[in-house]
C-alpha cells in the first residue's frame, strides 16, 4: 500500500520454508493448482524481505520524506513450521533488519518481527483472532501524524472529486483546477487543498 508520503510494504513467506529458500509459486483455485508457473522464485524469503526494506528506504530518501515507512512481515502456515528453522530462529535472524533500515517493522514485540498465521484457519473465532491482532498491530504502530487536523468539508469534496482523476497517481494543475471550479472553490483555495492532501499522502 504505497502512497507518496506514507506507505505500508507487506511481504508474505511460509513458515515450511527456510528463509534462505527460493519460495515455491502455487495459484491454488478451489485446492488445485490451475497454472503453470516458475517453479521458484529468483530470490530467498530473506533476499525478497531485505529488497522491501530497501524498497521502502529509497522511496523514503527520493521523495526527500521524513516519514519512516511501515513494513510488516507476514508467515503463514504457523501450524507446519520448517523443522530446519523454527519461528524464533526466523525472528532471530532478522532482527539486524530493525537497527539497518530506517523503517518501521510491525509488528516488533521484543524478538519478535513477524506476524506469524494460519491462513488457511477455517471460519470462525481463529480468523476473527488473526483479523483483530493483525488490525491492531497496525493501529498501534507509530502513528505518522500525532494529532487531529480539521479541514473544510468542502476539501473532502474536493479530494473525493480529485481521486476518480487520479488513477496514474499524477494530477495535473490544471486538473485541480477544474475539479475546484466544478465545485465552487477559488483556486487559491483548491491549490491549498491540494498541497495539504499531499502533505499527509493522499495527493501527488
Known amino acids: 500500500l504505497m502512497f507518496p508520503k506514507v506507505s505500508l510494504h507487506l511481504v508474505v513467506i511460509r513458515l515450511d520454508e527456510k528463509l534462505d529458500d527460493k519460495p515455491k509459486v502455487r495459484y491454488l483455485v478451489a485446492g488445485e493448482n490451475k497454472y503453470k508457473l516458475p517453479e521458484n522464485l529468483a530470490l530467498s524469503n530473506l533476499q525478497m524481505i531485505q529488497r522491501t526494506c530497501e524498497l521502502a528506504e529509497a522511496t523514503r530518501i527520493s521523495s526527500e520524506n521524513k516519514v519512516r515507512p511501515w513494513v510488516m512481515v507476514i508467515a503463514t502456515h504457523l501450524d507446519c513450521e520448517c523443522p530446519e528453522e523454527s519461528l524464533k530462529e526466523k525472528n532471530r535472524r532478522l532482527q539486524y533488519l530493525v537497527d ?61 472529486e480529485l481521486s476518480r482523476c487520479s488513477d496514474e497517481g499524477v494530477v495535473e494543475k490544471s486538473v485541480c483546477l477544474g475539479v475546484g471550479d466544478r465545485i465552487q472553490m477559488y483556486d487559491d483555495d483548491a491549490m491549498n487543498a491540494v498541497k495539504y492532501f499531499d502533505s499527509v499522502g493522499l495527493h501527488k
Not at 533500515?101 to 477455517?122: H, Q, R, T, W
Open 100 to 160: 539497518k533500515y530506517n523503517c518501521i517493522l510491525i509488528p516488533k514485540s521484543g524478538d519478535e518481527v513477524i506476524f506469524a498465521m494460519n491462513a488457511m484457519a477455517p471460519e470462525g473465532q481463529e480468523r476473527d483472532e488473526y483479523t483483530c491482532l493483525l488490525q491492531q498491530q497496525v493501529l498501534q504502530a507509530p502513528k505518522v501524524h500525532t494529532k487531529d487536523v480539521q479541514v473544510p468539508a468542502r476539501w473532502m469534496l474536493f479530494h473525493l
